[in-house]
T-cell receptor, first 113, second 113 residues
């Protein structure tokens, strides 16, 4: 069965530190990959997505992610985090049937000012 | 309202009772998804509707769970004879195209006592 692994359960950073959140998926075929974010008290919203083309994708709020097919990875990065980036981050991959997203368990990011 | 709406926002019920959760997708979105988020877990896919096609029910955890989508718009998720393990946040999402950007609602927090 397809799965998504997020290696970090809880990450704590100071403002201006660099961020990298790991994500690995199990499916070896054509993949559509997503990062979603859930700020405290808010809905899940899309940060960025990869369907094809340039493996380095840029999203909102200065986030980017790199698709590395050989490593089955889609890690999320941000060069300098802000207190407002405190949130839960979810990596997801489209399932083989194309009917849903398979989500990782999420990474909680806490940024101290 | 431009976003996905869900009602009720919170539901507390007794074990064994039936509950209905409602989702109003974004107007014009043909695809509608239900997910469940349990404490410490990622989002678990439940069911997918796309236009007039037969829904993908492969994620429903038991036959106590059912969902319908009337007129290609509003959807209702019904849980019969609720159990304590059904306690979770139930999220609805919609998208203009299948597995394009999914827009999530605020969720219904279900507590089964």
């Amino acid at each position: 069965a397809q799965s998504v692994s997020q290696h970090n359960h809880h990450v704590i950073l100071s403002e201006a530190a660099s961020l990298e959140l790991g994500c690995n998926y199990s499916y070896g075929g054509t993949v559509n990959l997503f990062w979603y974010v859930q700020y405290p008290g808010q809905h899940l919203q899309l940060l960025l997505k990869y369907f094809s083309g340039d493996p380095l994708v840029k999203g909102i709020k200065g986030f980017e992610a790199e698709f590395i097919k050989s490593k089955f990875s889609f890690n999320l990065r941000k060069p300098s985090v802000q207190w407002s980036d405190t949130a839960e981050y979810f990596c997801a991959v489209k399932n083989q049937a194309g009917t849903a997203l398979i989500f990782g368990k999420g990474t909680t990011l806490s940024v101290s000012s | 309202g431009a976003g996905v709406s869900q009602s009720p926002s919170n539901k507390v019920t007794e074990k064994g009772k039936d509950v209905e959760l409602r989702c109003d997708p974004i107007s014009g979105h043909t695809a509608l998804y239900w997910y469940r988020q349990s404490l410490g877990q990622g989002l678990e896919f439940l069911i997918y509707f796309q236009g007039n096609s037969a829904p993908d029910k492969s994620g429903l955890p038991s036959d106590r769970f059912s969902a319908e989508r009337t007129g290609g718009s509003v959807s209702t998720l019904t849980i019969q004879r609720t159990q304590q393990e059904d306690s979770a946040v139930y999220l609805c999402a919609s998208s203009l195209l299948p597995i394009n950007e999914q827009f999530f609602g605020p969720g219904t927090r279900l507590t089964v006592l």
